[in-house]
């Protein structure tokens, strides 16, 4: 064979090889697509699937509904605890409210008891549960107390307050009372009928018929105690029952019928006799007015106090005198001094009581005013 021949073969050999490649190549190709299409549709009829669309719906709309009634369960559980929370919270504002006007209202109530107290203690009248410290100082204030978070305990702080200043209030009012019915007891029993009115007192007004559990009753009962003690111990003042000397007073001529010391025969003895050296200091047996500062007979220098509801004392024989007519005296206050001025045996101070200007025994005021001391300072 010729080579060109040869070169010919070859030629149409490789062509040959060639077209053999291509050939299993695009068979490849095609039957891989012819694979992704039929998978493809396979997938897409499995979805579309009556029977299987449904079961993938039925599980994905269980899992839905029971997370959204999950979630709906939880919302309404919180609103729930927000809407106690908020209820809780609005009755501990509403229990703080109400313990603040409490508070507010005890604070006012506690100013009108301590008023009510110094004025009890300058007239000299104290409860056994008035004691200073309870009424003044103790467990009442008008300063807000701590709080600590517990409405109920705050709540029993001011009812036991509340209950302490009541069991104070009465223990004044029956002490006012009590002084009020021995002064009117003892007056009564030299002929003084006193007008004990409750009327002088003042202070904070506050009105009747507070609120249940308030002190108001009880405040407003020893207003009127201390008024009646008040318009009783001012008549008791104005009663001639105070010695007229200082000292023991001892008696040396008794009231009543006696042998005159000069005639030595019975005579009347308007008063009685106090032993006094000359220079002793002659006191007012209460207060009033001077009716008579002058020399006056047998009386020798006298002094003589009106003291109202028809009663007035003499105070005779005198050294000295040391008031004036229409001088207004307090009792205790020094008249003058002793002496024996006048008919007089000796120095002495000769003391009358009259009522209506006739003369009185003085020994009854003067047992009176040993009972009343205690009222009288």
């Known amino acids: 064979m010729r080579s060109g021949d040869q070169s010919i073969a070859l ?16 068979l490849l190709t095609g039957v891989i697509a012819l694979l992704l299409v039929v998978n493809a549709i396979t997938a897409l009829a499995l979805y579309f699937a009556p029977e299987i669309n449904g079961l993938l719906r039925e599980d994905n709309s269980s899992i839905l509904t029971a997370y959204e009634q999950r979630i709906t369960e939880l919302r ?5 605890l927000h809407s106690r929370q908020y209820a809780q919270m609005g009755d501990m504002n509403l229990q703080m409210h109400e313990l603040v006007q409490q508070q507010e209202v005890l604070s006012e109530q506690h100013e009108y008891v301590r008023a009510l107290t110094e004025m009890a203690r300058e007239m000299g009248v104290s409860g056994q549960a008035a004691a200073p410290d309870t009424m003044t100082t103790g467990s009442i204030t008008a300063q807000p107390l701590a709080f600590n978070g517990d409405t109920a305990l705050l709540a029993d702080t001011l009812l036991a307050m509340q209950e302490e200043t009541r069991m104070a209030l009465v223990s004044l009012s029956d002490a006012a009372t009590l002084s009020t019915d021995e002064i009117v007891s003892g007056l009564r029993g030299i002929g003084i009928e006193p007008d004990v009115a409750a009327n002088g007192v003042g202070g904070p007004f506050i009105p009747a018929g507070g609120e249940p559990g308030s002190i108001i009753d009880e405040a407003n009962a020893v207003a009127d105690a201390l008024a009646r003690y008040q318009s009783a111990r001012r008549a008791l003042l104005a009663a001639p029952i105070q010695l007229p000397v200082n000292g023991a007073g001892t008696i040396t001529s008794s009231f009543g ?9 019975a005579a009347f003895h308007a008063g009685i006799d106090f032993r006094a050296t000359t220079g002793t200091p002659v006191l007012a047996a209460a207060s009033g007015t001077v009716r008579v500062a002058a020399t006056n007979g ?31 005296i307090t009792g205790g206050q020094q008249l003058g001094l002793a002496g024996s001025t006048g008919r007089s045996t000796g120095p ?3 003391f009358e009581v009259r009522k209506g200007g006739s003369a009185i025994d003085p020994s009854r005021f003067i047992a009176a005013g040993r009972t009343l001391a205690a009222y009288l300072q």
């Open 76 to 80: 309404l559980e919180v609103d729930r």
């Open 348 to 350: 002495h101070l000769h």
């Open 11 to 26: 030629g149409r050999q490789k062509a040959g090889s060639s077209k053999g490649g291509a050939g299993a190549y695009l």
């Open 298 to 328: 047998g009386y020798g220098r006298m002094v003589e106090i009106d003291h109202g509801n028809g009663l007035t004392t003499r105070y005779a024989h005198m050294s000295q005198i040391g008031v004036s007519v229409g001088q207004t």
């Open 257 to 265: 019928n006696r042998t005159d010391p000069f005639l030595k025969r």
